[in-house]
């Protein structure tokens, strides 16, 4: 059974950092490719990053780039999102979300985290 479980979420301030991370287990997914997304309030979930492949090729939202960094730990089946320079805007529940194919969609979601970005 495959199993996501995010941490690292969390209350900071304006212009301050968190490191989420996401702990997989079940199976592995440095082959096929991991992700975050984010729900705010009152708005539907959108995607943040993704890092997909055995090549680690990355995407990011606009919304986000220059700002967080994904990241991941095949060795420890873990994917990390770093960011940086936060905004109330970034304030959601943040999910973590892996493919079973490269091709494929995000299969396996987490339980999400919460960040919360005071001004």
């Known amino acids: 059974q495959v199993q996501l479980v995010e941490s690292g979420g969390g209350l900071v301030q304006a212009g301050g950092s968190l490191r989420l991370s996401c702990l997989a287990s079940?199976?592995?997914?440095?082959?096929?490719?991991m992700g975050w997304f984010r729900q705010a309030p009152g708005k539907e979930r959108e995607f943040v990053a993704a890092?997909?492949?055995?090549?680690?090729?990355?995407n990011y939202a606009d919304s986000v780039k220059g700002r967080f960094t994904i990241s991941r730990d095949n060795a420890k089946n873990t994917v990390y999102l770093a960011m940086n320079s936060l905004t109330p805007e970034d304030t959601a529940v943040y999910y973590c979300?892996?493919?079973?194919?490269?091709?494929?969609?995000?299969?396996?979601w987490g339980q999400g985290t919460q960040v919360t970005v005071s001004s």
């Open positions: 079940g199976r592995t997914f440095g082959s096929s490719g």
């Open positions: 890092i997909i492949g055995s090549w680690g090729g990355t």
């Open positions: 979300a892996a493919k079973a194919v490269v091709s494929g969609p995000f299969l396996y």
